[in-house]
């Protein structure tokens, strides 16, 4: 199958996942609530019962010493050294363990930390979290990932002002059931997405002034479950995602938007995967001609994606025509990736036709 190598990636890395995971029927019957159960099931703080963190410094730790190193954290972060940031942030996550372990251990009015120190201390846990799964995520570790998401969504939810379906909560979510799916999770992949768009989907329906965020995250929600469907060969069923998640793009973030053309492009995908050539090309035009215009970084892709659904069409000339442009395009922008997807697809054809 040609276009299975044609997986465009998308933002926010939803739709990297991998084509080759094998092909795993989805099941489909397992209950709603039980992502939600699992979820609020892990509650409390028990965020350090993994007792995984060492003890980083002896004696007593001041604050300054955690600011200093979530600064420096993110500076590192900043600068691109992602894994010296991960370092930082692990030990920090190892400060923060000892400030609750000393609180917890000091008898009551004898606590060195009061209140405020309290607060501060959780703000600071949920945003090391926060910071370590997204840095992990990047750098596709996803195992890790997973883990600081888990973590992260108890501390969130095991606060009483965050309501179970909070934008917050849903996106970690989503990035939860990513992160499994890339660990052919997929049963709890499957939960997670269906969670995470079904909970956004009614808090859309059922607040008449929902912002902006909220429709561009169901956008986002339904963007990552039709990609991962796609990649799981589920083409008709992501194609109906997909086109939903269009409609919200156009609507939220514009027509010509870059997240607008990924989602085009890969509705493209899915609708010749299922046989639908004819609505297939009209998208995959559609997507390269805003590329075109606004100089999308994605256009190579775009151009290789609708050389190779001309082809299905049996339209070898033009399909030809369009994977040179594309290998060009490519050639230029130095994708390596896609040229020798684009290689491999020329190669293919001329095989094809000299037999
Ligand atoms: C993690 O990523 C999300 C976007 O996906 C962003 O909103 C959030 O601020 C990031 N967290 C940190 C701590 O940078
Ligand atoms: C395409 O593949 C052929 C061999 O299959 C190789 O000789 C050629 O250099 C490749 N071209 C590019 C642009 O990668």
Not at 198 to 217: F, G, R
């Amino acid at each position: 199958m040609l276009l299975a190598r044609t997986f465009i990636s998308g933002r926010l890395q939803c739709s990297n996942l991998a084509q080759d995971s094998s092909l795993r029927r989805i099941r489909r019957s397992v209950p709603d609530e039980l992502w939600a159960l699992l979820i609020v099931g892990l509650g409390g703080i028990a965020v350090f019962t993994v007792a995984e963190y060492k003890k980083v410094m002896s004696g007593k730790k001041q604050p300054p010493v955690l600011q200093y190193k979530v600064k420096m954290a993110k500076k590192k972060a900043l600068d691109g050294d992602k894994g010296q940031s991960i370092i930082l942030l692990k030990e920090a996550l190892g400060l923060i363990h000892d400030y609750l372990e000393e609180t917890r251990e000091d008898p009551p009015g004898e606590s060195e930390l009061d209140d405020k120190d309290k607060i501060k201390i959780q703000k600071y846990l949920t945003h090391v979290l926060d910071q370590l799964a997204n840095l992990s995520f990047e750098l596709q570790k996803w195992k890790e990932a997973e883990h600081y998401f888990r973590l992260l969504l108890r501390n969130l939810l095991s606060s009483e002002e965050t309501p179970k379906d909070d934008d917050g909560v849903i996106e970690v979510s989503l990035k939860l059931s990513i992160a499994c799916a890339h660990q052919d999770k997929h049963d709890l992949a499957v939960l997670g997405f269906k969670w995470a768009t079904d909970t956004i989907q009614k808090k859309v329906d059922e607040t008449p002034d929902a912002t902006d965020n909220s429709k561009a995250l169901l956008g986002v929600c339904l963007e990552g479950w039709g990609t991962y469907l796609l990649s799981q060969d589920e083409a008709a069923q992501a194609a109906q995602l997909l086109s939903r998640a269009l409609k919200i793009s156009k609507e939220v973030l514009g027509e010509d938007h870059e997240q607008t053309t990924v989602i085009l492009n890969n509705l493209a995908k899915a609708y010749a995967e299922s046989g639908k050539f004819e609505l297939a090309e009209e998208l995959a035009r559609e997507a390269v001609r805003i590329a075109e215009e606004t100089q999308n970084t994605h256009l190579s892709r775009f151009m290789a994606n609708l050389g190779t659904i001309l082809n299905l069409e049996g339209n070898v000339l033009k399909a030809k025509e369009a994977l040179r442009s594309a290998l060009k395009l490519a050639n230029e922008a130095k994708d390596e990736e896609t040229k020798e997807m684009i290689n491999n697809s020329l190669t293919e054809m001329d095989a094809n036709a000299s037999q």
